[in-house]
């Protein structure tokens, strides 16, 4: 349906969306996973707000839906955001969705939440489908704490950039599993370069094609996946999930000698400053331990 033609709530569901904008989960694969909540909801609103309008014309049509869609990406939110928060305000109900999963995850939507937000505007969600949120649970990696980094730079220089700034984090004392989405033409770089900023010998899985039914989770060391996905093809939407850094620890006779061989030359500030980077410790605590000796001397 064309976003000029006038709205039409599926008599299925009359009414049953919340006022103002609602974000709707979608399915990540198997159409089967959308709720009859969401599917309430969608059926309810005077507009779906949707990445592909074909992509959600068809989700829309296979449930017998028939509502105005409206394109909402990267390329035009920031034009849309003040006619949309006009129709909110004018009371209209909408809808936000993507192409699949949770809206606003590595998805356009963020510059209109935080629009509406700002002017007040009701917002809720219906919640669903979260391919990240999945790949983690199915991995085998330790659930809490986790981060998710979405997509890593496409070229070389900053992604390797993008690992580095991860492995220094782990070292001033990150401990979280990292959940990562990658195309699947750039999986084995992308494995690689991760092996080598990170560790070849870092757990790690591997999810493509969720909820599908060539659905498939591969589980190993980066330095393994890396091998295994330079030679086999992957398809689909893929995540890789990367368990927590293991465990540094610098004795403390090699801590004490290092720093009072910085001492020699150096202010104190500056030769905790340069232990802590060698190290990898945090600075507050290469700092006290610093103090400390020079207090001996």
Known sequence: MASGDP???????PNEAPAGLSLVATPIGNLGDLSPRALAVLGGVDAVLCEDTRVTGQLLARHGMSVPLLPLHDHNEAEMVPRLLDRLRAGERLALVSDAGTP???DPGYRLVRAAIEAGLPITAIPGPNAA???????????????????LPPKAGPRAAAIGRLRAAERAGLSATIVFFEAPHRLAETLAALAEGLGPDRPAAVARELTKRFEEV??????????????????GEICIVVGPAPEETT?????????????????????????ATATGLPRKQVYA????????S
Do not use: I
């Not at 591969?218 to 398809?235: I, K, N, P, Q, W």
């Not at 004795?251 to 150096?266: I, N, W």
């Open 289 to 296: 331990r610093a103090l400390e000796l020079s207090r001996e």
């Open 104 to 106: 606003l995850v590595s």
């Open 218 to 235: 591969r589980r190993g060391s980066l330095a393994a996946l890396a091998a295994h996905y330079a030679t086999a093809e992957a398809r």
């Open 133 to 151: 949120v999945m790949a983690l649970t199915l991995s085998g990696l330790p659930p809490n704490p986790f981060l998710f980094q979405g997509f």
């Open 7 to 13: 709205p039409q709530r599926s008599a299925a569901h």
């Open 251 to 275: 004795a403390e006779a090699d801590l004490d000698s290092q720093l009072r061989a910085a001492l020699q030359g150096a202010s104190l500030r500056d030769a905790a400053a340069m232990v």
